[in-house]
């Protein structure tokens, strides 16, 4: 007798059952064992013993919690995903405007510089599903969903933050770029970020490294020019 | 007494009905213990174990009503988060993206810990264990991770010289051996 889907059950339900089981896993059995380790019900209580063997001190991770309050908070703008529209927003955003380091920021319309010499730009995405070039001002209707452009001078992973008008910068994702030139793109195509819930100043980040870096190197990135990271933005205004 | 370590009852109760503050004081009170289990993942780097314990509050606060009893809110969270991780690492292997695909869609789905371990069990049976392990490598290993707590997955093998893997591997038979006696007692208290 081991225990299996059904025994594992009837042990837990009736109680007759339990005691010539108990009796046979008190002599050892590697079969029960395995079984045993690997049913998903006592994992939980089994960290919760061994994780209490050394009582720990609890600092907030203020960082930790803005980011998962970003997350749980329904008003927050969403990455929204664009499938099989990389073409038509490479051929929009093409010609688009592409500052780089050191260029004046006057330029109208969406503006994009970099600390590595990243470019980012973005392109607004249509009701028929085609991309358009943003308008000179920048200016872009509530609700607009937004698709970006990226030339990168690295190969590795990204994070991209949203940053309203006297906020910090909130993260929206974790992507990967290219060397070179391409969409920003996620798992499962193009990434975009709908601007449903916003209005005024909207400013979009993109934070990019050859190695993994965390979001407080990220944060210190859009903070201060000379970090190693590559940094690229996008500016915009949310009508109301 | 800080805000983070009032009765994790009333705050869980209190986060159901989407107060912040508790959301706040819960992410305060178990994120150690969350970071903690997940330095146990050798293979896992920084930014992956961030990741992962930002998934699993997110899960754990958007299906708290799910969660038919307040107490066993630890062992579910922990439970959640053992589960991201073994997704996180399977995807990355890419030994099984089937089953890793498998496992991130059903991680809320989370079967009920059986009310008779939702008691109290005395520390000492897992202390005891420790004990019992015969001098060596495992021992080494488990009195380090667990007992003393200070150092990760990663640097205890470094420590040891030896790969990470091993480390996880060691950790995770001792679990093993937990949850049999655990099973056990359990068992004995109910026949």
């Known amino acids: 007798m081991h225990l299996d ?16 089981m108990l009796e046979h896993l008190a002599e050892g059995c590697d079969v029960c064992d395995a079984f045993i380790a690997g049913r998903p019900e006592l994992d939980g209580e089994v960290d919760r013993l061994l994780l209490s063997l050394t009582p720990r001190p609890t600092p907030l991770d203020e960082l930790g919690w803005r980011r998962l309050r970003a997350r749980l908070s329904p008003r927050r703008s969403r990455p929204a995903l ?12 093409g010609a688009g405007f592409v500052l780089r380091r050191g260029a004046a920021l006057t330029e109208p319309g969406v503006k994009g510089d970099g600390r590595a010499l990243m470019t980012v730009v973005a392109a607004r995405q249509l009701p028929t599903g085609a991309f358009e070039q943003l308008s ?9 969903t937004l698709a970006f452009r990226v030339t990168s001078p690295v190969d590795g992973p990204a994070r991209v933050f949203l940053q309203r008008a006297k906020e910090p910068p909130e993260e929206l ?15 499962n195509g193009l990434f975009g970020v709908n601007l449903e819930d916003e209005q005024g100043p909207v400013t979009v980040w993109v934070v990019a490294h050859a190695t993994p870096f965390d979001v407080g190197k990220a944060l210190e990135a ?10 690229g933005r996008v500016e915009v205004f949310v009508e109301p | 007494m800080t805000e983070g370590m009032k009765d994790p009852g009333g705050q869980i109760e209190a986060a159901r009905r989407g107060e912040e503050s508790a959301y706040r004081a819960l992410y305060q009170r178990y994120r150690p213990g969350v970071v903690r289990l997940l330095e146990a993942f050798g293979t896992l780097d920084f930014d992956e174990r961030e990741d992962i314990v930002q998934d699993t509050f997110a899960r754990a ?22 589960n991201r991780a073994k997704s996180a690492l399977a995807k990355r292997s890419n030994e099984d993206r089937t089953m890793a695909e498998f496992t991130s869609a059903a991680v809320l789905e989370v079967p009920p810990v059986p009310e008779s371990l939702q008691l109290e069990v005395d520390l000492s049976v897992v202390r005891d264990l420790v004990a019992r392990l015969p001098s060596g490598p495992e021992k080494d290993t488990v009195t380090l991770f667990y007992v003393e707590g200070q150092l990760s997955a990663r640097e205890i093998a470094e420590k040891l010289g030896v790969g990470k893997s091993a480390i ?17 007692r359990v068992l004995a208290g109910r026949v």
């Open chain 2, 168 to 184: 996880t591997m060691r950790l995770e038979r001792f679990r093993a051996r937990v949850k049999r006696e655990l099973m056990l």
């Open chain 1, 222 to 231: 859009i903070a201060s020019p000379g970090s190693p990271l590559a940094v």
């Open chain 1, 5 to 20: 889907d059904a025994t594992w059950q009837r042990v837990w339900s009736d109680p007759t059952t339990a005691r010539p």
């Open chain 2, 61 to 82: 606060f958007k299906s708290l009503s799910s969660l038919s009893t307040p107490s066993s809110f630890e062992a579910w969270l922990y439970t959640i988060a053992r």
């Open chain 1, 136 to 144: 000179a001002s920048g200016r872009v209707p509530r609700g607009a």
């Open chain 1, 173 to 187: 994702a974790q992507l990967r770029v290219r060397a070179g030139v391409g969409q920003l793109e996620q798992e």
């Open chain 1, 82 to 93: 664009f499938l099989a529209l990389a073409a038509s927003l490479a051929a929009v955003v």
